[in-house]
């Protein structure tokens, strides 16, 4: 079946026992035993598993082509336990333009449990290759950047990481399975945080990890178990509801983002796009090889903090608030938001500028986004 096929039916079958189209919110905490040692339909304790997170796995996994898919608390949960795969010790290999949640995670939390970490630009493979060392065991890639937009070649990262026999993890955020295919590409592990756009209502957070390997995914379901970061069944049926509908958003999303892109790279007032489906990104050609489409993730540079801040104190449509890919436009300013724990030499190290704005754009009406866009920029 086709992709918007699988997203509406796959795990989103009618209830077994009334027949409705759909199923219905499990809230409940446990779940009453057959007998001593015998629980009913599997199901014991809300931790440990319940039905709306079954049917949402399921989904996510059918999506991404993946062995088997678990769903976290928030993304960062599920990429917490992507690293806990790792023992003290071990090497990873980073996307330097990693989203500043990854980056406060692993310099500040998981270098106290003896995992090492290096942050390299992953779009050229031979600084990749140059950063490995013997202990090396995972590659980590972004691709697009979050909020740089840079792209890493996945299948080139495959190749290198089989060759070293270390594990490739692809954060997908951005484009969702149905605008990039990692594991089609090589990749082992697939991350994402589904508050975005596998979500795209911006009423619920969740992470999940998709696994090709089995050893992977029963260690990823006995971590998510035992340290009690499975979603909740409310927010797993939100989430479910959401991917509905996620071919027919991306398609928006992606068609919005082309024109606004394109509309900031001829505004006198805007220095610099990030865009992949600009010809002037220097990835521009791995982005149409690699990518169904450029997306609706796009950041401009408007010069100083001041204009910056001017530009989004006065925005209306778009919404000034962390957070990215939902139905309605977001705007905000990494520096000091997203990716405030990351260490400025660092930011201006890898472009994330005082100045840089970075845009979600949303699936209202394309004239309206452009036409707050062009009233903000009068302030700059």
Request: glycine residues 8%.
């Amino acid at each position: 079946m086709g992709f918007a096929t699988n997203a509406i039916h796959v795990g989103q079958e009618p209830d077994p026992s009334t027949g409705a189209v759909v199923a219905p919110i499990y809230q409940t905490s446990t779940y009453v035993y057959e007998e001593l040692g015998k629980a009913k339909g599997g199901y014991d304790y809300a931790r440990t598993n319940h039905p709306n997170r079954k049917a949402l796995e399921r989904t996510v996994a059918k999506l991404e082509g993946g062995h088997a898919a678990y769903v976290f608390t928030s993304g960062m949960a599920g990429i917490d336990a992507v690293f806990r795969l790792l023992r003290p010790g071990d090497h990873v290999v980073l996307s330097e333009a990693v989203y500043g949640g990854v980056y406060r995670l692993s310099t500040q939390l998981l270098v106290h449990f003896g995992l090492e970490f290096s942050f390299v630009d992953t779009t050229d493979p031979a600084v990749v290759l140059g950063a490995m060392r013997p202990n090396t065991k995972m590659l980590y890639i972004e691709t697009p950047t979050n909020p740089t937009l840079r792209i890493t070649d996945i299948a080139a990262m495959a190749k290198l990481a089989n060759e070293r026999r270390i594990t490739l993890v692809v954060d997908n955020t951005f484009m969702t399975p149905y605008l990039q295919r990692p594991i089609e590409l090589g990749a082992h592990i697939v991350v994402h945080s589904m508050t975005k756009y596998m979500n795209g209502h911006s009423d619920a957070v969740g992470g999940s990890v998709i696994l090709t390997r089995p050893e992977d995914a029963e260690k990823i379901y006995f971590t998510q178990k035992s340290a009690g970061a499975g979603l909740s069944p409310m927010d797993c049926f939100l989430v479910s509801r959401g991917l509905k509908t996620l071919a027919v958003r991306m398609l928006q999303h992606n068609a919005n983002g082309l024109a606004v892109a394109r509309h900031l790279d001829a505004h006198p007032k805007v220095r610099k796009v990030y865009y992949p489906g600009l010809a002037s990104h220097p990835q521009h050609e791995l982005a149409r090889r690699q990518q169904k489409g450029p997306g609706a993730m796009i950041a401009f540079d408007l010069g100083d903090e001041g204009a910056a801040r001017r530009f989004l104190n006065q925005v209306k449509i778009c919404s000034l608030a962390e957070s990215l890919g939902g139905v309605e436009s977001l705007i905000s300013l990494p520096a000091q938001m997203t990716h405030a724990s990351m260490p400025k030499e660092v930011r201006d190290r890898v472009g994330i500028t005082d100045s840089l704005v970075r845009l979600s754009v949303g699936i209202e009406d394309v004239e309206d986004i452009i036409s707050d866009l062009d009233q903000a920029l009068l302030y700059v």
